[in-house]
Nanobody, 126 residues
């Protein structure tokens, strides 16, 4: 059974940093691209960052470029999201998801594996 468990969220100040982690199990982690998504209150869920199977190709939403970094450890079955220079608009619930298809130059993912987890809340305050 596919399981994705997000952690690391919390309260941060504007300009601060947080590091999110997603622990995966129930599938061959290194065979799937991974994405971090977020959903703010009243808004649709959006892709924030994506990484390919080997970890040597990444892409980001324009809103987080230069501030967020996605990385993965295929030995530990984890994918992380380092978030720096946080802004109020980064406040959201963050989710990770596995995908069979990634188009890095367009930063799109397809072939979703499993379903959404609980996510981890990130709140950025002044």
């Amino acid at each position: 059974q596919v399981q994705l468990v997000e952690s690391g969220g919390g309260l941060a100040q504007v300009g601060g940093s947080l590091r999110l982690s997603c622990a995966a199990s129930g599938f061959i982690f290194g065979s799937y691209a991974m994405g971090w998504y977020r959903q703010a209150p009243g808004k649709e869920r959006e892709l924030v960052a994506a990484i390919n199977r080997s970890g040597n190709s990444t892409c980001y939403a324009d809103s987080v470029k230069g501030r967020f970094t996605i990385s993965r450890d295929n030995a530990k079955n984890t994918v992380d999201l380092q978030m720096n220079s946080l802004k109020h608009e980064d406040t959201a619930v963050y989710y990770c998801l596995a995908h069979s298809v990634i188009v890095t130059r367009r930063c799109t993912l397809g072939g979703r594996l499993g379903s959404w987890g609980q996510g981890t809340q990130v709140t950025v305050s002044s």
